[in-house]
């Protein structure tokens, strides 16, 4: 008698809840600056990874913008091969334990998980994360073998998010490259931009130690189109040059009372404070200790500056944003941080006018209710004015956080480089190959104000293409193709 063979019905698996992110307690934080979320515990980063289904057609991985192998690093998790994981991450992305805290993982990878659609998405920037984390604790980074020198030489400019990949991926392949950066320190609005509480300076510092273990040289307080030109870039012997400067020249709200005392763009509060140490003892960069602060604009910078703003004076902040929640671009990570450390959100508000006092000073800000029409070209419903709305919000500082464009420096600068009516350096949007031969750009320089990861996403793209480039030029020459 023959036993029957019977195929036994696969187990319906068990829907595990997102592991949570232990973090601070509101209460604790709002008087510190340090990190926010602690972070997964191996046991907590094992079991998220296992909520993973591991698509054979992976959606989540069409929406990272350098294509790191997702399932992947995930099933290594989920199996304890740590090492394993952080290998897969890093051979796409330089700087893992940067975008695992700060990219927009919500509107990118996890917004296509298959999981997502009938429970939670899995938290694939947590788990980037916690294996960048693992990495650098572990002091397991692994630097590649440099193939040989090819001889050709690559100037960056800028060492923000752009600027580093490219300037990792041509060191990876042979070629000698120069990092040119306008400021003190490396790593642009990483450092200057962005708090610690959102990113450590210890975690900026030990990835751009990875890029300089490549080989990369890194020059500081030199400003590309001012203290040396594109031009004599080339004429020093650069076989490509790569423009990566970003997007640094702050967009103002252009209603009156914009230059009373009190006022301050996002930018340069954000950097007094992240980088000039204007809320410590022992640094002399002034910054006003406010009464009550009212922040302008409803993306990650505005939550930024709101966040920092009640750190360093301990008094109230208001957020005023003229859509609504619906439509406010930040992260809702941020927003919903923001919301428990007690940012009041005033929607659907818009400022008209900021008022001062016989002494020049901020005393106020006029603002006027909005309405929603249709959609306007952002997809985002049209802000619209309820006539007789306005009213008054008393404060002593306003910070005007709506966005940034490009610094003109370079455009305005370099012959042969066409630019946008916005600004913007104009460039292939696969190659980043610009109007001028053997120039190429990248990030917020040719997108406007964007993501960390896609501007590391177009320095993956221009550095294949630089690659290409360099190689068909002759060593011999100096100068071969720096002509306009």
């Not at 090492?83 to 700087?95: D, E, F, H, I």
């Not at 962005?194 to 890029?211: M, T």
């Not at 800000?365 to 029409?373: A, D, P, Q, T």
Request: hydrophobic letters at 40%; glycine letters at 10%; a negative charge.
């Amino acid at each position: 008698m023959s036993e029957e063979v019977t195929t036994p019905k696969k187990a319906k698996r068990e829907r595990k809840p997102r592991e949570k992110m232990p973090e601070q307690a509101p209460e604790a934080r709002i008087h510190n600056f340090d990190e926010v979320p602690f972070g997964y515990t191996e046991q907590q980063a094992v079991a998220e990874a296992e909520r993973c289904i591991i698509c054979k057609k992976p959606k989540c991985v069409d929406g990272c913008p350098v294509n790191i192998d997702i399932p992947k690093f995930i099933a290594q998790i989920r199996d304890g091969d740590f090492l394993g994981a952080a290998r897969t991450v890093r051979s796409t992305n330089s700087l893992p334990a940067i975008c695992g805290r700060v990219c927009p993982q919500a509107d990118q990878c996890e917004v296509l998980c298959v999981e997502g659609i009938k429970y939670e998405p899995v938290a694939i920037g947590n788990l980037e994360r916690f294996i960048a984390d693992w990495e650098l604790a572990n002091d397991a980074i692994e630097i590649p073998a440099i193939p040989p020198p090819t001889g050709y030489r690559i100037a960056v400019v800028g060492s923000g998010p752009a600027g580093l990949t490219v300037a990792g991926d041509m060191a990876k392949l042979g070629h000698e490259v120069t990092i040119y950066e306008a400021l003190h320190r490396p790593s642009g609005v990483l450092v200057y931009g962005i708090p610690e509480f959102r990113l450590p300076r210890s975690v900026v510092a030990k990835e751009i130690d990875y890029i300089r273990q490549l080989g990369v040289k890194f020059v500081y307080d030199v400003i590309i189109g001012v203290t040396i030109t594109v031009d004599e870039l080339f004429e020093q012997g650069y076989h490509a040059v790569f423009i990566g400067t970003g997007a640094g020249l702050p967009k103002m709200m252009k209603v009156p009372g914009e230059n009373l005392v009190g006022v301050y763009s996002a930018n340069e509060f954000l950097t007094r404070v992240n980088l000039m140490g204007a809320s410590r003892e022992g640094y002399d960069t002034p910054i006003r200790f406010a009464k009550h602060t009212v922040v302008v604009g409803g993306g990650n910078t505005a939550m930024d500056a709101a966040r920092v703003s009640l750190r360093v004076s301990g008094n109230p902040v208001t957020l005023v944003y003229r859509r609504s929640m619906e439509e406010i671009p930040a992260r809702r990570e941020e927003i919903h941080h923001a919301v428990e450390e007690g940012i009041k959100f005033d929607l659907l508000v818009a400022p008209l006018e900021v008022i001062g006092d016989d002494k020049g000073q901020v005393k106020a800000i006029k603002c006027i209710r909005m309405g929603l029409g249709e959609p306007d070209d952002s997809g985002r419903r049209r802000p619209v004015p309820i006539e007789g709305s306005e009213f008054i919000i008393d404060c002593d500082t306003v910070i005007v956080a709506i966005g940034n464009s490009p610094n003109p420096i370079i455009p305005r600068n370099t012959p042969g480089i066409e630019s946008s009516k916005w600004g913007t350096i104009v460039a292939d949007e696969e190659t980043g190959a610009t109007s001028r031969r053997g120039v190429y750009a990248g990030g917020d320089i040719v997108s406007g104000a964007a993501t960390v990861i896609l501007a590391m996403g177009a320095g993956r793209k221009a550095a294949t293409a630089m690659d290409a480039y360099v190689r068909t030029l002759p060593l011999t020459r100096r100068n071969p193709y720096g002509d306009t």
